[in-house]
């Protein structure tokens, strides 16, 4: 009880501290730096803003490309029409294609893809770190290399 007694006193010598008005601007701005901080805090796990493909994700999407590459080679089959017969199976119900996937070659015509995607794309460009992030109900990762 010491201790708390001479804080008290000691913040009592300050003119500021001494009135109810300077106690209650304190509490006011202590409160909404606070609140602030919470806020900054609270975006970093935001799934709307981009950020880097978890490892272990990044390892299933890489694994799941290699395998369609690998497909399309032995087959002799366009690495496009394979993605695209991917993509077909994903509405099936005893399908294990949980996502689709965007095969976009380097002459591709920007034009042609979803929004969504074009946007994503002008943010993302690092292949050696994919990003991603969630656009409406879907998670949108990349760039991966093949």
Known sequence: MGRLASVRQTLSRVPFFSSLYGRVFVIFWLT?????AAVIWAQRGDPRSLHPVPAAEQARIAAQINQLVNIA?????????????????RGHRHSRAA???Y??????RIDDLPTELRRFMAQTNETEQPMQRLVRRA????????
């Open 103 to 108: 095969w976009v070659p380097k002459s591709a």
């Open 99 to 101: 996502n689709t996937l």
């Open 73 to 89: 080679t032995t087959r002799d089959i366009p690495i496009a029409t394979l993605i695209a017969r991917h993509n077909q199976r």
């Open 139 to 146: 998670m949108l990762a990349g760039p991966f290399l093949r």
């Open 32 to 36: 909404l730096l606070l609140v602030l």
